[in-house]
């Protein structure tokens, strides 16, 4: 299956570290591969809100936000990029900058495995573009 220019979700697999991609197959998502580094083009945030609130209440961790796009490239990525964007369910329920703001979207979105200032919790690095 070609991936490139098809909308996907994306989020940040916590057990092998790498970004999960995941396509729409017969109505539902399905895991189309994982990688250290991708470009999303038109990206949304699409969040649980009442998923984070079950992980704030003690639940077993679980995937309840991932950012959805038009996948533009796979592998590495050689360019400049913007301000990091986060997510925290322990913390919010929303995708937000690194300076506290929240993340509605951007029109280019860089995943990497790990950026300047990689962060504590596995190397995950996701910024505008």
Known sequence: MELLN???????NLH???WSIKTKQGGRW??????PALVL???IPIESVKGAERIRQGAH???VAKIQGELESIGTYQGSTGERIRYNPT???HFHYESGAQW????RVVFLKTGPNPPKYG??????A
């Open 91 to 93: 913390r919010s329920s």
């Open 41 to 43: 083009t038109n990206a």
């Open 123 to 128: 190397g995950a690095d996701c910024r505008e």
């Open 16 to 18: 092998t570290h790498d």
């Open 30 to 35: 399905i895991l189309a591969l994982k990688t």
């Open 104 to 107: 509605f979207g951007a029109d």
């Open 61 to 63: 961790r679980s995937v």
């Open 6 to 12: 098809q909308t996907v979700r994306v989020n940040f």
